[in-house]
């Protein structure tokens, strides 16, 4: 059965802080990895991955693909209050449907 | 730009009665998928729909539940006699796909459903 398992559940750190969020997959058929952030509403894009090794930027956030150990890792650097949500992982696989993980909850305090 | 809109917001039925999801997907995307998010918990993917096609349902529960892409208008996803496990937010997003190229689905605000 496709499986997408993130880690840790949840994360407490103090603004100015830097985290590191994991995402394992077992699924067939892989054809992306995406990474959304939710906010009590609908979950927005991140970043999708598709290529091991090449690292995807966007201001303090950046992400990475390893297809041959089949994980993924979102990094946010110098965390604001603002980045305080819950960030999905999600594979695509066989007919484009997306399989979540259950989420990282990350709660950042001034 | 419109993104994926989604309505009711908020949908409260009592147990027995039927509910009815629409979602209207970005402007020029004709891939919908349907996801429900159990508290606590993360999306399960339920049904994938091209216009007028149901191309993957295997996560749709076999009973009460059903889900159309017309031609024109929104897509639906309908469940019938709700029962209290049904209270989830419902999530519909969108994708352009073109088949070989890569494309995220985008999102809408969700529906959520209680059950009374």
């Known amino acids: 059965e496709d499986k997408v398992v993130q880690s840790p559940l949840s994360l407490v750190v103090h603004e100015g802080d830097t985290v590191t969020l994991n995402c394992s997959y077992e699924v067939t058929n892989f054809r992306s990895l995406l990474w959304y952030k939710q906010e009590k509403k609908a979950p927005t894009f991140l970043f999708m991955l598709t290529s091991s090794g090449i690292e995807k930027k966007s201001g303090r956030l950046s992400s990475i693909l390893d297809k041959k150990e089949l994980f993924s890792i979102l990094n946010i650097t110098a965390t604001q209050t603002g980045d305080s949500a819950v960030y999905l992982c999600a594979v695509e696989a066989g007919t484009d449907k997306l399989i979540f993980g259950t989420g990282t909850r990350l709660q950042v305090f001034p | 730009n419109a993104g994926v809109m989604q309505n009711p917001r908020h949908l409260v039925r009592r147990r027995g009665q039927e509910a009815r999801l629409r979602c209207s997907p970005v402007?020029?995307?004709?891939?919908v998928y349907w996801y429900r998010q159990l508290p606590e918990e993360g999306l399960k993917f339920m049904v994938y729909?091209?216009?007028?096609?149901?191309?993957?349902e295997s996560g749709m529960p076999k009973e009460r539940f059903s889900a159309e892409f017309p031609k024109e208008g929104p897509s639906i996803l309908r469940i019938q006699q709700v029962v209290r496990g049904d209270s989830a937010a419902y999530f519909c997003?969108?994708?352009?796909?073109?088949?070989?190229?890569?494309?995220?689905?985008?999102f809408g605000p969700g529906t959520r459903l209680t059950v009374l």
């Open positions: 729909l091209q216009k007028e096609n149901i191309i993957d």
């Open positions: 402007k020029g995307h004709s891939h």
């Open positions: 997003a969108s994708s352009p796909l073109q088949r070989g190229n890569y494309n995220e689905q985008f």
